[in-house]
């Protein structure tokens, strides 16, 4: 399994001592969760009315937006957890390991 160098493990304490919800908030929810929604909705528009940037925002374009970040921000909680878990795991098996050299 990858393991966490020095650096990452520093930046890691740093990011977990404001704790498991912040992470999931700020990473999670704002960090990919808004900023996919945001992507996703853009590319729709662009694969649906080409480069005619006017057509963008005609017709539902609100109700659409709406949906795109609601259901992305949603899908961020949801990552941001399960990051969360991925981080822990890598920080929990460096510092298994090292404390097992140290015995």
Known sequence: MKSMNKKNKNKWEKVREKGKKHFIIYYGVFGWGLSAGVLSFILGEVFDHGIMVSR????????????????????????????????????????SQKSGNAE
Do not use: A, P, Q
């Not at 925002?57 to 878990?85: A, K, N, P």
């Open 56 to 95: 963008y925002f005609t017709g539902d374009w609100v109700r659409e937006l709406i949906i795109w970040l609601f259901s992305f921000l949603l899908c961020g909680i949801l990552f941001g957890y399960l990051m969360w878990g991925v981080n822990e795991n890598f920080y929990h098996d460096e510092y």
